[in-house]
């Protein structure tokens, strides 16, 4: 996992610790589910869905119009990947993007009511878990986009403005 702040047309590498004062949490994990299926037991959540997100997909392009537009949701959005790579763009508290270029064993926590969306990168295929809370009610999580926030159509790049 390797983050970057826009900063004007550059971008700057910071920290995990950086990251984790935005609120957004990240942790480095074993992909062996007899390793970390007990640790996020443990951590009172449950595997909610598993997706793998590449050409081979039906809805690609359905689904990274969904992604690749900026949004919130009412719940933390809780993602595990297991192979391949994506880059997640969540703004900073101070609204400013930030890149996180992950790949397999990096588990990030995306809180709730924070705007987000996703690139593909260039191998697009991202494998993933999403994970939920035990004990929670899941109705289908609202999507809300933020105003003017356009889907960016094509694979696999292409940075929000
Ligand atoms: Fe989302």
């Not at 694979?155 to 403005?161: A, I, N, S, T």
């Amino acid at each position: 996992m390797r983050t970057y702040l826009r900063e004007g047309n550059n971008r700057r590498e910071i920290s995990e610790a950086r990251l984790g004062t935005e609120g957004v949490f990240y942790r480095k994990m074993s992909i062996d589910p007899e390793v970390y299926t007990p640790i996020v037991k443990g951590w009172g959540m449950a595997i909610h869905k598993h997706l793998v997100v590449s050409r081979e997909m039906d809805d690609l392009e359905a689904h990274l119009a969904k992604v690749s537009a900026e949004h919130t949701h009412p719940t933390d959005e809780v993602r595990f990947i297991l192979g391949g790579s994506s880059i997640f763009h969540i703004r900073s508290r101070d609204d400013v993007w930030m890149d996180i270029h992950v790949e397999s064993g990096d588990l990030i926590v995306i809180p709730k009511d924070r705007y987000h969306c996703d690139s593909l990168t260039d191998e697009a295929m991202m494998k993933l878990i999403l994970l939920r809370w035990n004990g929670l009610e899941h109705p289908e999580r609202a999507t809300h986009y933020r105003p003017g926030s356009r889907p960016r159509p094509r694979l696999p790049q292409g940075f929000p403005e």
